[in-house]
């Protein structure tokens, strides 16, 4: 099966429909997908359910998807940086579930893992833990968590061959391994397309078995928090 596409607007083709769960990988503005973002939002798919550590920036990212308001839901741990995420929410435009960090991690990976649900001790007694089944272990008591799974799953690589295996940079690997094992369908955008066998098996992150497209894409890496010290 050919894997490579052209751009980010062919890669989607066929897979978009309102309603529909995606997986966005990243962290802030690093290691997001940002060309497939960008044809996200001009596919014009709707009611959107996004899983997602945040939402980016206002005028960048999964912001450009919150601008159009193409975004129902999100699924995600951490909000701050984003004032159109921040007005949606509170006017009641935008719904939102919110996971510790490290739950959300887990749940993305118990879902590509096929686990169903797990129990952790993280967030009982407080508002996220409300609704949630609750057990005792050994007089400790946890709260279970549901594993996340979405009908398409876009990420960013650094490197990747023709046949979907890649390798990701340092802190821009993030949530992208988890979240290409737990889409129904996974696109991953990177910086290098490779030769098939250039790539050493030892140093693969996610193997071509979990990516069914990859497109080579034009990256801006903007810097979301751009700080100087004094001389």
């Given at each position: 099966?050919?894997?490579?596409?052209?751009?980010?607007?062919?890669?989607?083709?066929?897979?978009?429909?309102?309603?529909?769960?995606?997986?966005?990988?990243?962290?802030?503005?690093?290691?997001?997908?940002?060309?497939?973002?960008?044809a996200l939002r001009d596919s014009g798919v709707k009611d959107?359910?996004?899983?997602?550590?945040?939402?980016?920036?206002?005028?960048?990212?999964?912001?450009?998807?919150?601008?159009?308001?193409?975004?129902?839901?999100?699924?995600?741990?951490?909000?701050?940086?984003?004032?159109?995420?921040?007005?949606?929410?509170?006017?009641?435009?935008?719904?939102?579930?919110?996971?510790?960090?490290?739950?959300?991690?887990?749940?993305?990976?118990?879902?590509?893992?096929?686990?169903?649900?797990?129990?952790?001790?993280?967030?009982?007694?407080?508002?996220?833990?409300?609704?949630?089944?609750?057990?005792?272990?050994?007089?400790?008591?946890?709260?279970?968590?549901?594993?996340?799974?979405?009908?398409?799953?876009?990420?960013?690589?650094?490197?990747?061959?023709?046949?979907?295996?890649?390798?990701?940079?340092?802190?821009?690997?993030?949530?992208?391994?988890?979240?290409?094992?737990?889409?129904?369908?996974?696109?991953?955008?990177?910086?290098?397309?490779?030769?098939?066998?250039?790539?050493?098996?030892?140093?693969?992150?996610?193997?071509?078995?979990?990516?069914?497209?990859?497109?080579?894409?034009?990256?801006?890496?903007?810097?979301?928090?751009?700080?100087?010290?004094?001389?």
């Amino acid at each position: 099966m050919k894997k490579v596409y052209a751009d980010a607007a062919a890669a989607l083709e066929g897979l978009t429909f309102d309603g529909m769960t995606v997986m966005a990988g990243g962290f802030g503005l690093c290691g997001i997908p940002e060309n497939l973002i960008l044809a996200l939002r001009d596919s014009g798919v709707k009611d959107l359910t996004v899983i997602s550590n945040n939402a980016g920036v206002d005028d960048f990212g999964l912001g450009l998807l919150l601008h159009t308001r193409q975004i129902r839901k999100m699924v995600s741990s951490y909000v701050g940086e984003n004032k159109t995420f921040e007005k949606q929410y509170l006017s009641g435009e935008l719904e939102l579930e919110f996971n510790p960090q490290g739950t959300l991690a887990e749940r993305i990976r118990a879902g590509g893992a096929g686990i169903p649900a797990f129990y952790t001790k993280t967030g009982v007694g407080t508002l996220v833990a409300e609704g949630k089944e609750h057990k005792d272990f050994d007089g400790e008591t946890y709260v279970m968590e549901t594993g996340l799974k979405a009908d398409l799953s876009i990420i960013k690589a650094w490197k990747g061959d023709s046949e979907g295996n890649l390798v990701f940079r340092k802190t821009a690997r993030n949530f992208n391994p988890m979240m290409a094992t737990a889409g129904k369908v996974t696109i991953a955008e990177v910086e290098e397309i490779v030769p098939v066998g250039s790539l050493d098996p030892d140093h693969i992150h996610t193997p071509g078995i979990f990516v069914q497209r990859i497109i080579k894409g034009e990256h801006e890496k903007r810097i979301e928090q751009r700080t100087v010290r004094a001389a």
